[in-house]
């Protein structure tokens, strides 16, 4: 299958840059044996599921991974995105700088903000490069009792890329689920950001169990597909987390006819992935499962998810669940009827 059968035109005034209330936003409820279907209120999502149903949301939390900070000694500006701690190093990381050019084995990097945390201080060293560019990144802390309270203090929120602003002290809020425990993240599983408590009421009031599982979504979200045929290409791997009682809950919903309904491409690519055995069990592991059409989908019976980048793998992954046709078709309608895409936009229910 060919990557351009994945392509649309967006308008760039349709990329949402600043989040609605939780649960403002609209829904686009998508039949797939209809083929059909209609625009609802997020707040209505409790009516478009039954009594008997299982929600499974991912519950990693995005931490300020963004430094932002100047080259010791010459001053110039950089930025560093952590992207995770090299294994068995507790303040090693793997990492993005900019500018990647000027910044080689053995740079020093400085960073504080003395408006927002006066005192707090890091400084990293750059100990190694591996060859897609990112640096491993040795990093000294003062000022805070960690390094993560340190970099909670200074660190800026890691906004996507078509996110074309600065961060501000409302992103820290707003760009985090209210499923939210288990820090680790450098992007929000976005399809949970619409949630609020007095939905999570209503859904339990309908009836609706709530389940947790533990995927930290990593940079290689927005990686693009840069091959031509979609089985050529390869997802990063993320690191997820099984608990015992989801899976009990799973089994349960199952036995009792309901359904087991994914938030997010990240939740849907945990189930999945803990159940290629055959069975799904509980546990940790590593999520290298790219969902594309053709797979057969074995834990999620229904995704409630957003708008996703032309060409991306998170919208093959949406086309693997509802049908490709009926997918490119939905978001024409999304585009012509005015919906907000991506992490802030609105929301898409396939049932």
């Known amino acids: 299958m060919r990557v351009d059968e994945f392509d649309f035109e967006l308008p760039l005034e349709q990329i949402a840059q600043e989040p609605r209330p939780r649960g403002e936003s609209r829904l686009l409820v998508v039949d797939r044996a209809a083929g059909t279907w209609r625009e609802a209120g997020f707040r209505e999502l409790p009516s478009c599921l039954a009594p008997g149903d299982l929600l499974v949301g991912n519950d990693s939390q995005v931490f300020p991974a963004r430094l932002v900070g100047r080259r010791d000694p010459s001053g110039g500006r950089v930025e560093c995105l952590l992207l995770a701690r090299e294994a068995g190093k507790t303040d090693t990381w793997r990492t993005l700088v900019h500018p990647g050019q000027k910044l080689k084995v053995g740079a020093r990097m400085v960073f504080e903000d003395r408006a927002r945390a006066p005192g707090i201080r890091i400084v990293g060293h750059i100990v190694a490069r591996d060859s897609f560019g990112r640096r491993s990144v040795e990093f000294a802390s003062s000022g805070a009792a960690t390094f993560d309270a340190a970099v909670d203090a200074i660190g800026h929120v890691p906004l996507p890329p078509y996110i074309s602003r600065p961060d501000t002290a409302a992103d820290r809020e707003r760009y985090q689920t209210v499923f939210a425990r288990a820090r680790g993240s450098v992007a929000a599983p976005t399809a949970g950001l619409h949630f609020d408590p007095a939905i999570l009421d209503s859904l339990a009031v309908r009836g609706v ?56 491409t990240t939740t849907t690519r945990a189930l999945e992935a803990a159940s290629l055995g055959g069975t799904f069990h509980p546990g940790a592991g590593r999520a290298d499962l790219f969902i594309h059409p053709g797979h057969t989908f074995r834990t999620v019976d229904a995704l409630l998810t957003n708008f996703h980048l032309p060409r991306s793998s998170l919208l093959m992954l949406v086309a693997a669940f509802a ?24 929301g898409m229910l396939i049932r």
């Open 209 to 264: 169990g709530l389940a947790t599982v533990t995927l930290h979504v990593g940079y290689g979200t927005f990686k693009p597909v840069r091959v031509e045929e979609v089985e050529d290409h390869v997802v990063d791997p993320e690191p997820y987390e099984i608990p015992p009682r989801t899976v009990e809950a799973v089994r349960e919903t199952r036995a009792k006819g309901g359904r087991v309904i994914a938030v997010g």
């Open 323 to 346: 049908g490709k046709d009926l997918t490119m078709a939905a978001y024409r309608h999304a585009v012509a009827e005015g919906f907000r895409f991506y992490s802030y936009g609105d």
